[in-house]
């Protein structure tokens, strides 16, 4: 199922968030090389976890995590503006109807399904928050993931070629977006607006466009 989440709302679920932290660490320093930082525990988290955001997260039947995706307003301090600067030559990336999208992660043994749920998530948020657009940097592995689960994003800008290449993306939600994913994700929109309204409250409906 479908968790949204923000940080301080995490401590209640210590096993998920600390199942969240140490697939992050696996996936960003064991897998794919990164600098992150690891704590003693095994578990990698930064500073902007610290700025309580909201997280999308898979939530397994054994209560552990399968893949999860971090949330941010543009308007206070994100990995773009603070680390990234130099990819976006479209300007400053700040506005209100805007979220960053961070630390996509999936588990290593995540059913083929749990990236577009966690995609139709994102989605979810969209649509009830009034959000335009989510925004976020990507390498290469990330373009097959989001062509095959039909959310490939505006590339703004991208740095660097093949494997090492990174890219900063827009991504917008519309009806077809969000049927496709649904699709891919092997969910219905009925059960996909419950755990949205369970953590949030029914919100009045935005209208998806084509």
């Known amino acids: 199922m479908l968790r949204y989440l923000y940080r301080d709302q995490l401590d209640t679920y210590p096993a998920l968030r600390d199942a969240m932290l140490r697939d992050r660490a696996d996936q960003f320093r064991t897998r794919l090389g990164w600098d992150v930082k690891v704590d003693d525990l095994g578990r990698e988290h930064d500073a902007y976890d610290a700025l309580n955001p909201l997280y999308v997260i898979w939530q397994r039947p054994d209560g552990l995590h399968g893949g999860s995706m971090r949330f941010l307003p543009t308007t206070g301090p994100t990995m773009i503006a603070d ?3 130099d990819l976006t030559d479209v300007g400053a990336i700040t506005s209100p109807l805007i979220w960053e999208c961070t630390r996509f992660c999936l588990n290593r043994d995540a059913a083929g399904n749990i990236a577009a749920a966690l995609m139709l998530g ?3 948020l969209m649509r009830a928050f009034g959000l335009r657009h989510f925004v976020g940097v ?3 592995r990330m373009v097959r993931i989001y062509r095959m689960i039909g959310a490939s994003p505006d590339v703004l800008c991208s ?3 093949g494997r090492n290449a990174i890219s900063v993306g827009l991504w917008h939600y519309s009806a077809h977006v969000h049927d496709q994913l649904l699709r891919q994700a092997g969910l219905s929109a009925t059960l996909s ?3 949205f309204s369970r953590a949030f409250g029914t919100p009045e409906p935005q209208r998806l466009t084509a």
């Open 83 to 85: 680390h990234f600067a």
């Open 122 to 124: 994102g989605g979810e």
């Open 138 to 140: 990507f390498d290469s």
């Open 159 to 161: 740095t660097g070629q």
């Open 193 to 195: 607006s419950n755990w």
